[in-house]
T-cell receptor
Framework: NAGVMQNPRHLVRRRGQEARLRCSPM?????VYWYRQLPEEGLKFMVY????????ESGMPKERFSAEFPKEGPSILRIQQVVRGDSAAYFC????????????FGSGTQLSVL | AQSVSQHNHHVILSEAASLELGCNYS??????LFWYVQYPGQHLQLLLK??????LVKGIKGFEAEFIKSKFSFNLRKPSVQWSDTAEYFC????????????FGKGTMLLVSP
């Protein structure tokens, strides 16, 4: 019973490079959510996607950040030209139905920007 | 917009002590309420949830929470904590109607000393 799979677990990037974070939802789940966790700030919603559609990206920074959930393959959170402030844990979650149901979380990707 | 407030950032208890973690939310309509736990180095796991019905909800590992609508509260309790309960606890809420993403509190770090 595979849960939500995220990779890589740890990602180190230098300032200015690109970071790509992957998330495969649980089997049968078609709703994906990305959250960012900073120390002592809890989880902040970034974006909510269904297959091939961005439903809500109200939590995404306006520049450098993008997300997709293609028809085939995992959801990707892409951060271009990373800066030190992007260092955080990024969690992906999935649900079977729309966001009123329980979310199942992956183990997260810890992004460190040098 | 909905928001969640967790009263304590850090709580330190001895084993066998009783636990109560406060959670208040702000939202004018009907909500679904959740408590998630994050053990060190692991992903978030659902402890318990409230959608409707009995406001006293029992979850895993002996945890329970009580929804008090008049106080907009959903406090988490456990009569006797164990060292293995050391973790960060997050209260979360989403609106029942339409789709809505989970809004998390900032979390409470619980340290249980043996």
């Amino acid at each position: 019973n595979a849960g939500v799979m995220q990779n890589p677990r740890h990602l180190v990037r230098r300032r200015g490079q690109e970071a790509r974070l992957r998330c495969s939802p649980m089997k049968g789940h078609s709703h994906v959510y990305w959250y960012r966790q900073l120390p002592e700030e809890g989880l902040k919603f970034m974006v909510y996607l269904q297959k091939e559609n961005i439903i809500d990206e109200s939590g995404m920074p306006k520049e450098r950040f993008s997300a997709e959930f293609p028809k085939e393959g995992p959801s990707i959170l892409r951060i271009q030209q990373v800066v030190r402030g992007d260092s955080a844990a990024y969690f992906c979650a999935s649900s079977q139905d729309r966001g009123t149901e329980e979310l199942f979380f992956g183990s997260g990707t810890q992004l460190s920007v040098l | 917009a909905q928001s969640v407030s967790q009263h304590n950032h850090h709580v330190i208890l001895s084993e066998a002590a009783s636990l109560e973690l406060g959670c208040n939310y702000s939202y004018g309509g009907t909500v679904n309420l959740f408590w998630y736990v994050q053990y060190p180095g692991q992903h978030l796991q659902l402890l318990l949830k409230y959608f409707s019905g009995d406001p006293l909800v029992k979850g895993i590992k002996g945890f329970e929470a009580e929804f008090i609508k008049s106080k907009f509260s959903f406090n988490l309790r456990k009569p006797s904590v164990q060292w293995s309960d050391t973790a960060e606890y997050f209260c979360a809420v989403n609106a029942e109607s339409g789709y809505s993403t989970l809004t998390f509190g900032k979390g409470t770090m619980l340290l249980v000393s043996p």
